[in-house]
Structures are given as structure tokens and as C-alpha cells.
């Protein structure tokens, strides 16, 4: 891949691609727009792109039409949608077409910034070269990884339920396991990768003993959940996606927690924490043998809800 990743963003809205374009600019992206599906192919016909963005509802060419046409027609290009509130049989649809992830319109800069890192990392894991094929993770994880596979293989829906107990049993889903499943359950790897990154419950990076997500929806970011972010990454000494060297502490960022009401919210673990202040998430934090620090202790106020589902 280039060292500038190329993106062409597609959508019949201009604001949506300047947006995406001053959030990814500043991040080394080349951004490039296509008002619809039509345009987005005479572009694709025309030049090389790593990544295409895709709105699903437009005129003409919608965009599972478009996705279609990538998948036969350029299908070394990784695929993500940004779109509103879609179908549950649209997006079904589209993860079997193999798209990469996903973008709830309107998005946050933090989401769209995490969603193109984890895009190009994925694209550039697929290159040949960089094959991770011959990578291993230990035998009786393996072992037991196959069980659970061949337990779950012929029953219908089987592939979400295998992921989490592969997740269980690896503790997460780098490539490697994520072909080994793929492969046990004769499914398209493109596909198991797709559910994985939707699904923010499943995790491509070894997690530390506490895992803190925290939620950069719309909801949680007009509340102030980047100035909650920015102290925790500041306290922890590790940004979105990374775990502390001695494995205590990952962050996580994800695009809601189910809680909005209580925005801004974090979950460590298990807890929810809503109606978070940069001084109440570090107070938290520190009870959770997180770094202490000189802020005020957590108030009465700080609320913990159960986690749903
Ligand atoms: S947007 Fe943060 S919990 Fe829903």
C-alpha cells in the first residue's frame, strides 16, 4: 500500500466527503469523493484506490451495488460503509459481500479515525507478502479452538458463537485464528473478518487485565467524552487500541455502549460508567489500581449500571 493510503468516499451527500476529508487529511489519508455509484466506478476505472467509503442509500447506483461491482471487479480494495441507521437484511447482505466495517452517520472524527487505521491495517494484512499465514498460537489452544469448531459446525448462525468462545479461548482474534475459523467452518475469511471488526465485543489485540472502552459515540462525544479520553489516554500513558506494558490497562474505543442517557460513559470490564468528568473516570480508574493521581475522589454521583446483554 501506498505510503499515503488512497480512500475514495462515496456519497450523494458533498458535506459527508468534505467531512471525512478534513478529519482523515490531517491523519496522512488521500481523500477523494464520488457523488454516487456511478461516479465512484468511472473513478475506480480510472485509478488505483486502497480503500473505498460507501454510503448504501443512493440514487442510481446504490451502494451494495457498488459493493457488488467492487468485489468482482477490484477486489483486492477494502470495503466500508458509512451510512445512517441500515437494515439488519441490508447489512447481513453486506457483510457476506465482505466489507470491512462499519460507520454510524453522523460520525465522531475519533470513529472515523479508528475505523480507516483498522481498514488499512486489515487491506495491508492481505497482501501477500505481509501473509500471516505461518503464524501459530499454541497447540492446545489450537486443539481446543478445533473442538469448539467441530461441535458448532453444522449448526445454523454457528460462526458469532465460535468467535466467542475462540475469543475465550485466546483471549482475542488476531488474524491467525480468525482463518482457522474461517477455514473449520468453510466460511470466506473476508466474512469472519467483517463480523469481527462490527461486533465491538470482539477484540483483534490481546486485551490487559482491565479493559477500559470507552464510548465515542454521538451521543457520549457532545457530552464531553473527548475531554474524559484525553485525561484517561494522558493518566494510562497509552492511546485508543494499546495495552500498558505491564498488561494491566487496554483502551478500547467503541461507537455506543447502549447507555446514551447517561453520556458521556466508559465500561471497565463489565461496569458501565455514565455522566463521566475527566476528574470522576480517573477516580475510577485509580480503583482499579490504575495510576493515582491528584484528582478529586469520584463523586457519590458516579453512576454504574449493569451491562446489557
Ligand atoms: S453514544 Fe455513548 S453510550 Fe451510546
Redesign the pocket.
Known sequence: MAAEPRILVVDDEPVVIRSAERVLKNEGYRIEGALGGREAILKMEQAEYDLVFTDLKMPEVDGITLIRWIRNSKPGIGIVIITGYPSQETMKEAIELGIIDYVPKPFTPSVLIDVAKRAVAWAEGRKPTEEKGNEEFPPAMAAELDRVIREFRHKPGCLIPVLQRAQEIVGYLPPVVQKRVAKGLNIPEAEVHSVVSFYSYFTMKPRGDHNIRI???????VKG?EGVLGKVRERIGIDIGQTTEDKKFSIEGV??????G????MMIDQETYGALTPSKALSIISQYGGPAGSQAPAEENDTVVEQEG
Open positions: 464510548c465515542l459515540g454521538t451521543a457520549c462525544y467524552i461507537r455506543c455502549l447502549g447507555a446514551c447517561l453520556a458521556p460513559v
